[in-house]
């Protein structure tokens, strides 16, 4: 194992938050793409790290009609991010991963609480970004870019025509996650501030 994939699969089991709030791990090199619109959303993306927001989604699998909602929010410094009753919190010097039902919390980000939904704590960002740059590398035609409206927010949209229909990302121009439709998963914007919700990082008391 090469020492730079060492530091990386590190990074992402321990509970630093320079890890998780600090620089963009990915766990394979980042593919080359040479579409620009594709280019332009995946720029908008990579901004998300520095956001200050709140943004509530619903979360529909298409397959076994699995949905559930989600709320994410950020500051300088802490993350949280809430799907169904599981809560992930990022803060200085340490990660969690809180079940809000019983009001516990284990050390470190178990994204097997969620993988029903076929997503991880990092679908707002990250997660959908690599996705986008996947679907890139698999495109059979070119993509289109445009402007549309979720949660009363103008967001950066590109539909991307893959094998089996056609896949459509869209960002704030905070770089959050607007809108992700493909044949599994749809995942939509409802709600959305730029502002940040402290209540969010209280899972009852812990």
């Known amino acids: 194992m090469r ?10 089991s321990i509970t630093l938050s320079a890890c998780a709030l600090g620089p963009r791990p990915t766990l394979v090199e980042d593919l080359p793409v040479g579409d620009a619109n594709i280019v332009s959303l995946l720029d908008i993306f990579a901004l998300a790290d520095s956001a200050e927001f709140t943004a509530s989604y619903r979360i529909n699998v298409n397959y076994g009609n699995t949905a559930a909602t989600a709320t994410v929010t950020q500051g300088e410094q802490e993350r949280s991010i809430t799907i169904g009753d599981t809560r992930y919190l990022i803060e200085t010097g340490r ?18 609480k ?13 997660a959908t970004e690599q996705r986008l740059r996947i679907d890139a590398s698999r495109n059979i035609g070119p993509s289109e870019s445009y402007l549309a409206e979720f949660a009363d927010t103008q967001v950066n949209c590109v539909s991307v025509p893959v094998v089996g229909g056609t896949k459509v990302y869209c960002a704030t121009d905070e770089g959050v996650l607007a809108h992700y439709a493909g044949p599994d998963l749809l995942i939509e914007l409802t709600d959305y501030s730029t502002t940040v919700n402290r209540e969010l990082f209280s899972i009852g008391g812990t």
């Open 3 to 12: 020492l730079s994939t060492f530091i990386i699969v590190l990074c992402s």
């Open 95 to 112: 990660t969690r991963t809180c079940d809000l039902a019983s009001s516990s919390c284990s050390q470190g980000l178990d994204d097997t």
């Open 114 to 126: 969620v993988s029903d939904l076929q997503i991880t704590h990092q679908f707002w960002s990250r």
